[in-house]
């Protein structure tokens, strides 16, 4: 596995063009089957992931190309609706294919899926809502079979949670579904709109995206179309983290601030100043960070979980005491070992971090536990005395295009190594 080797101590500034959203387009990747010809997405990024569902897409038998930013997908002659365990085991997102593969052959066989180790991730609401839609299902040696051999049939669901995976599931089943599908607690995410409408201008009838409630009116048919992908709010805060922990200055090209919202606060809070206008967003860090009370992660639009440990990194070399509540996952402090190799001072017991801001932190060899713990313990590198080496590159490359040429072009001392 490869590693990133980072000279700390460099200002990360300048202006980035943040890539495609790897959460937005791994829906869009499943709703893509739902269509019959060529759907186009612009914006496509590069990314472990990405791949991994394009290699599912291609093994059900579409037709799939993705070069410099645009993936071309066909699935027009796919024919198979199962999907083999060490497909499944490539990444969590595999388990967004459940709701298309119904919809479109009337059954579908998988296992769970695998992906990050941030918390059990079941899948029962998966399952449950596929249930109320009318599939039967089945398991047996660790495989899943779901059958509605009647169609699918249009229902009210109320989630006892929002999950994200769960939504995008029912949506894309139930697009195709007769009469009207409610979903009550739905996810209320970027994501979520952003997959309700490639599916409108599909020829989809989905009302409420990004509200609790949604509505799908099923229809007979969907048709392929091109869509652009929005930029990855995700790694927009990781490349704002990275400036505010090395006293930099950092101007994100054309991100919409609103996908910023839940964030915005705490990096005031920190003492960065944030202006955003119809250009982009500009992030100016102050000399010392100041300590950002309590983050309490919160399904959308409370603060992201995926950004936890960016946080944690700068509340590592702020001034005063951090805490951080994680609500979503159970096991998403791991990175917090990883943090004190640097000479951080945090204390994790739970779903609840204490974090005691030192003035800088030190290089050590670290591991990257997972996607965001990864590229949160690259901007820890970018602060720290020395060089410092971060394992597990892997990891980071499921959710992040190239991060060291990114970083680099923003005057970062990083490369990948072995
Ligand atoms: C999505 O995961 C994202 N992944 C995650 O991003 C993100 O952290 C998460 O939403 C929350 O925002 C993608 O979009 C590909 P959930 P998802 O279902 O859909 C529990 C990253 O780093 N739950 O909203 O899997 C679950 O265990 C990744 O980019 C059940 O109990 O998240 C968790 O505690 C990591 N049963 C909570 O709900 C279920 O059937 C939220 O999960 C489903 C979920």
């Known amino acids: 596995m490869s590693c990133f080797i980072i000279e700390g101590g460099e200002k990360v500034k300048g202006e980035i063009t943040v890539q495609g959203s790897k959460n937005g387009t791994l829906p869009l990747l499943s709703a893509v089957l739902l269509t019959q010809g060529k759907n186009v997405l612009y914006g496509c990024p590069q990314l472990s992931d990405v791949t991994s569902a394009l290699k599912i897409l291609t093994y059900l038998g579409c037709k799939t190309e993705h070069k410099n930013g645009t993936a071309v997908i066909d699935c027009t002659d796919a024919w198979r609706c199962d999907i083999p365990d060490f497909l499944m085991r490539e990444m969590r997102s595999s388990v967004v294919f459940l709701g298309a593969l119904l919809a479109r052959f009337g059954k579908a066989e998988l296992s769970a899926p695998g992906g990050c180790e941030i918390g059990l991730r079941p899948i029962d609401l998966h399952i449950e809502a596929m249930k109320a839609l009318g599939a039967e299902v089945n398991e047996s040696g660790g495989r899943i079979f779901f059958a509605c051999p009647q169609g699918l049939h249009a229902t009210r669901i109320t989630l006892s949670f929002p999950s994200v995976g769960a939504t995008e599931n029912i949506i894309l089943a139930s697009c195709t579904a007769k009469g009207e599908t409610v979903i009550v607690n739905a996810a209320r995410e970027p994501e979520i709109i952003e997959l309700a409408h490639f599916l409108n201008r599909c020829g989809a009838k989905i009302k409420g995206a990004g509200e609790s409630v949604i509505y799908i009116e099923g229809t007979d048919k969907l048709y392929p179309c ?81 950004s936890q440990a960016d946080f944690a990194v700068m509340a590592s070399v702020a001034e005063g005491t951090s805490v951080i509540v994680e609500n979503i996952f159970e096991n998403r402090f791991k990175y917090i070992a990883e943090l004190n190799k640097m000479g951080a001072c945090a204390r994790a017991e739970g779903r609840v971090a204490v974090i005691e801001g030192v003035k800088r932190l030190e290089s050590a060899r670290v591991e990257a536990t997972d996607l965001r713990a990864g590229s949160a313990l690259v901007a820890a590198a970018l602060n720290a005395r020395g060089s410092t080496v971060v394992d597990g590159v892997a990891y980071i490359d499921r959710g992040y295009e190239s991060l060291e040429v990114q970083l680099k072009r923003l005057g970062a001392k990083i490369k990948r190594g072995v």
């Open 226 to 306: 091109e869509h652009t992908v929005e930029q990855d709010r995700i790694a927009a805060v990781t490349f704002m983290a990275a400036a505010a922990v090395t006293g930099g200055e950092i101007f994100l090209n054309g991100l919409h601030q609103g996908l910023l919202m839940p964030v915005l606060e705490p990096f005031k809070e920190s003492g960065c100043t944030v202006k955003a206008d119809a250009n982009g967003v500009h992030l100016i860090a102050p000399k010392r960070l100041r300590r950002i009370k309590t983050v309490r992660t919160m399904p959308y639009p409370g603060f992201p979980t995926d």
